[in-house]
């Protein structure tokens, strides 16, 4: 078994929802359901599945920005989350986000230098020299140079505002880089040159990556293993190749017939999935995804399948137990 950095077991987070004019609680936004899964250093695990499926609140989950209601998370065989303030502080010197909107999670007030020293600045690192020097250092990772510190993040495009958003979260010499559809934002044209920089990045630095997206296509390329999500819960993850030429869950295959096909020749539209994404506060009975399943028999209905693992390749499909 290869070296774990990360392990998740049986994670919850539950979003009460209350109403009335005494704030009673009507009931719960099962917004993550129990998902386990581990990520080996080095790697890049990419997690996907259609907005409102638990995609950020996972991201958000493991670094502790948000309390769970239930699981365990284990970074570096350390428990996070029971971690005292100063052990949880170390932790996020080692685990980083990169988000969708650069522009929205840059300070729009700030330099570019003053954004890319304020982590550092947080976790007491380094001297006021050799945090410029880190600075100047980072953008050039990031394909910037030393004269765009001085300038505001409005005077950069969409590309170099996300160049910026992963220079900062370099800047503590991260394990652990959780991006949050950092790509989704961009021109397709600068997606592919985003995602090779986090690529090259990777390399030089030994990094290992969570790669959040909705789209199967985006993450194919960066990612060893792909994680599927559907409504809070984990239902296939597999190593990529293996999860895109075989994949074994109805809605990872509809996923993947629904991934736009850009060979105008082969005429195929994009075809969405069929039926209504049920609400995560309502889920269906069962199989969370019988409603919409082409292969639906009648256990799926009410009972919840249990994740199967077939060679690496773990499945929660009642076709497979
Ligand atoms: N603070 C909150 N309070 C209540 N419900 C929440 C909260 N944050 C998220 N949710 C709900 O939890 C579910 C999962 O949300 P999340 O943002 O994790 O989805 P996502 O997969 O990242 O979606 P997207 O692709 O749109 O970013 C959604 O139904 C969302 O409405
Ligand atoms: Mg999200």
Known sequence: MPELLLE????????????????RKLGEVK???NISFYVKKGETLGIVGESGCGKSTTGRLLMRLIEASDGRILFEDKEITNMSKS????VRRDIQMVFQDPYASLNPRNTVEQILEEPLIVHGMGTKEERKKRVKEMLEVVGLSSYHSKRYPHQFSGGQRQRIGIARALMTKPKLI??????????????????????????????????????LGVV???????????????IELADSEELYENPKHPYTQALLNAVPVPDPDLKKQTSLIEGELPSPANPPS???FHTRCKECMEI????RPVEQNLNGHYVACHLYS
């Open 8 to 23: 998740v077991n049986g994670l919850k987070k539950y979003y009460p929802i209350t109403g009335g004019i005494f704030g």
């Open 31 to 33: 917004a993550v359901d």
């Open 87 to 90: 052990e949880l502080r170390k």
């Open 178 to 215: 959780i991006a949050d559809e950092p790509v989704s934002a961009l021109d397709v044209s600068i997606q592919a040159q985003v995602l090779n920089l986090m690529s090259d990045i990777q390399k030089e630095f030994g990094l290992t990556y969570i790669f959040i997206a909705h789209d």
């Open 220 to 234: 194919r390329h960066i990612s060893d293993r792909v994680g599927v999500m559907y409504l809070g819960r984990l």
């Open 286 to 288: 069962g199989c969370a």
């Open 300 to 303: 799926c209905k009410t009972q």
